[in-house]
């Protein structure tokens, strides 16, 4: 009995195990064939290239590895604005396109259909060369609010130079431990006693008034630096200082956050359709206000339905980010898979890294994904 | 008597044929590529994927070009006819993994010659057939005269996986200038982007430079700065471990050149078959046994020079007439200023 049940699992399992033998066997003796040697040596060599946008240092006299990094890093960069912006984008157009005005409801429609059916790809190119075309030349540039310079080069930014930036972000942390706190001690006391506390506006208030403290009393300091100027040829200019966001990530993002937007508006709409409408009449019957009936009954019912498909739409976001190649974007494919491989003649390694790459980023999302679908699951007693 | 003379030419003819026969089949056995190529009927070619003047396919698929020449040969020389070559366009980061992966067996896409890439991943390069080096591409109207004029914060553009980026690198490092490299992985992209003014410059090897330029919206408003930041030898690629082919597409590219240097062209190829010059019938196939040293026929090098032409030619064709880079500079013979020169054909 026990025999037949482990025979077939130990077949597949040699059957696998002998399938990838045989792939990295002949690997090896077609690269032994054409002299190339294999290993991960060369991640500590010198990179001695160059990349135009990174989070950390970064130079050409840094290490392959450092450059992984650099990309590794844009590409968590671009998904998370991505992510950010196409969940607040769906949120807006799954709920638009179930109100009862015509005009709302056909727009959020039509921007659905729209976006949606256009490769991906295209839309990249269009927002990039749409923006390259639209956008002004630094010289000509308007300042939006006095600091802000958008144009061709980039947007340029205001940056804060810090002292005490420690202190600072001390304090964001406590009041952050102090808000869990507020929330736990509401949520004993509604349970207990039936009173409700004002959680956000005591939420709201701390994040204000414990920074403001660490000014006042913690020696921080900040200072803004202001984007200036800079005349590099008789036409050419640029902007110094400040903070400096590439055309490039900006096009990225939004077509990476317009393009899963619907997709999300659609698992939006799904899910609050998916709400029997007995749920909301009864909620309603029992005194409950059209907000408390949204927030109450409505949403916790509608997000069980709505997050796992809105998990796939992250990890699609995320994987759609290596586009980034096509339009100059420095993420993990464009500075590791695509530069550094060239560099090193590395194809095999390097491709290896970046798949493995791709697929830790993919679970994890799916990992914190499945752990707030838990939370909100019902809870059967 | 007549009877015997009759079979004994026909007895030396057998012999001639056999042996023949077999010094071919030896050479095919030697080399997997060669055969591959015979059987199949046509030479797999990587090229660039759209680079007037060297590689760069007209509306109705016709490639053109000096790289394109270079495989047209090789087809001229294998197997009889210059047009029976599969031309792939690739990427500058495709283009190794598919000649290493057996996608293709030449690549001859303005490829550089350096030593990591001889030595480390299994290519050998087999001649250089265009003498480049890289240059700066900026705006007339900057008043950019020279590279000394780039000031901290400018920012280029430029192709992804290339020599070029890292030369850009030692350059701005050596002269102590922060820049912002835009690296694009498609050249038609790169040229957009500089044209709409994303970069202040636009550095590449300079015949690129020439032949993308023609593709801004208003060539006349951009020029190429004088200086030179880098040697580009570049030249066709096979795979290393077939030396056979390595020598079949070095000597039809030899070959090429050195038809220029004795003056056979095209169209005076079969009449140089009764030239007093002994270099120049080994060349067109009249003397000598050079063919056969190769695993071909005798008259391979008379339809390279034929049917593709000699070097001067496919240059004037493709790289002159065009307007791209009227004046050949180092690539003009040695015997006329240049540096030209190719070990002999004999």
């Known amino acids: ?381 | 008597m007549f009877k015997y003379l009759k079979q004994l030419t026909s007895l030396v003819a057998m012999v001639a044929v056999l042996f023949t026969f077999t010094t071919e089949t030896m050479a095919a056995k030697k080399s997997k590529t060669l055969k591959n190529t015979q059987k199949k009927g046509f030479v797999r070619c990587g090229v660039s994927q759209g680079l007037p003047g060297f590689s760069n396919a007209d509306a109705a698929g016709n490639w053109t070009g000096v790289d394109v020449d270079v495989c047209r040969a090789v087809a001229a020389a294998v197997l009889g006819d210059a047009n029976k070559v599969k031309f792939t366009p690739l990427s500058a980061k495709e283009r190794f993994t598919a000649l290493t992966s057996n996608e293709i067996d030449i690549l001859s896409r303005n490829t550089t010659w350096t030593l990591s890439r001889d030595a480390d991943i299994g290519l050998t390069f087999v001649g250089v057939n265009f003498y480049d080096g890289q240059g700066f591409m900026v705006r007339k109207n900057s008043g950019y005269s020279s590279v000394n004029d780039f000031k901290n914060g400018i920012s280029a553009c430029t192709n992804l996986g290339t020599t070029t980026e890292l030369n850009m690198r030692d350059f701005f490092n050596s002269k102590g200038i922060s820049y912002e490299p835009v690296t694009f992985e498609k050249a038609d992209e790169v040229v957009a982007a500089y044209d709409a003014g994303r970069c202040d410059t636009y550095t590449t090897d300079k015949s690129g430079l020439a032949a993308q330029r023609i593709k801004l919206s208003s060539p006349d408003d951009h020029i190429v700065l004088p200086e030179t930041i880098s040697k580009e030898p570049l030249g066709p690629v096979v795979r290393q471990g077939d030396s056979v082919w390595e020598d079949i597409v070095r000597w039809s590219l030899n070959v090429m050149i050195e038809a220029e240097e004795y003056g056979v062209n095209s169209a005076n190829a079969d009449s140089m078959k009764t030239s007093d010059n002994p270099a120049v019938k080994r060349l067109v196939g009249a003397e000598g046994e050079l063919g056969a040293a190769l695993g071909l026929d005798n008259d391979w090098s008379l339809r390279i020079i034929k049917q593709v032409g000699n070097y001067g030619e496919s240059y004037k064709r493709n790289i002159a007439d065009t307007g791209i880079l009227p004046d050949r500079g180092p690539n003009e013979l040695w015997t006329k200023g240049g540096i030209l020169y190719v070990p002999p054909a004999r």
Not at chain 1, 72 to 83: A, D, E, H, Q, R
Not at chain 1, 149 to 162: E, N, Q, R, S, Y
Not at chain 1, 171 to 189: E, M, N, Q
Not at chain 1, 275 to 283: D, R, T
Request: net charge positive; hydrophobic share 50%; with cysteine.
């Open chain 1, 1 to 381: 009995m026990n025999i037949k049940k482990i025979l077939p699992q130990l077949l597949t399992l040699l059957v696998v195990i002998l399938i990838f033998g045989f792939f990295s066997y002949n690997a090896q003796v077609n690269m032994e064939n054409r002299g190339i040697t294999f290993g991960y040596g060369f991640l500590s060599q010198e990179s001695s290239f160059d990349v135009q946008f990174s989070l950390i240092e970064y130079d050409g006299s840094h290490s392959y590895f450092r450059a992984y990094l650099v990309g590794l890093l844009n590409t968590i960069l671009v998904s998370v604005i991505g992510i950010i912006f196409a969940t607040i984008i769906g949120v807006v157009v799954g709920i638009a396109r179930l109100s009862n005005n015509y005009l709302i409801n056909r727009t959020a429609a039509v921007y659905v259909e729209f976006f949606r059916n256009i490769p991906l790809l295209l839309q990249i190119f269009f927002w990039y060369f749409a923006a390259l075309r639209a956008l002004p030349l630094p010289q000509d540039t308007e300042p939006m609010f006095g600091f802000f310079f958008l144009t061709i080069k980039g947007f340029f930014v205001p940056a804060f130079v810090w002292n005490n930036l420690d202190v600072f972000i001390y304090s964001l942390i406590a009041a952050i431990i102090s808000i869990i706190f507020v929330r736990i001690y509401a949520r004993k006391k509604q349970e207990n006693e039936g009173i409700q506390t004002p959680v956000l506006s005591i939420s709201i208030g701390l994040l204000i008034i414990l920074p403001i403290l660490s000014f006042l009393f913690g020696g921080v300091d900040a200072s803004v630096e202001v984007p200036v100027i800079k005349q590099l040829s008789q036409t050419g200019f640029t902007y110094e200082g400040g903070i400096k966001l590439p055309p490039e990530l900006i096009s990225l993002a939004l077509a990476l956050s317009l393009y899963t937007a619907t997709f999300i508006a659609e698992c939006v709409r799904a899910g609050v359709q998916g709400v029997s409408k007995g749920q909301k009449e009864a909620a309603a019957s029992i005194g409950l206000t059209p907000n408390q009936v949204l927030k109450l009954v409505v949403m916790p019912q509608a997000l069980r339905i709505i997050i796992p498909p809105t998990t796939n739409q992250y990890l699609n976001l995320t994987k759609n980010s290596s586009l980034a190649a096509a339009i100059a974007y420095p993420d993990l494919v464009l500075v590791f898979a695509g530069t550094a491989l060239m560099q090193t003649g590395r194809a095999i390694e390097i491709v290896s890294i970046t798949m493995l790459t791709y697929l830790s980023l993919s679970i994890s999302i799916s990992i914190l994904m499945n752990w707030y679908n838990k939370k909100i699951a019902i809870k059967e007693k």
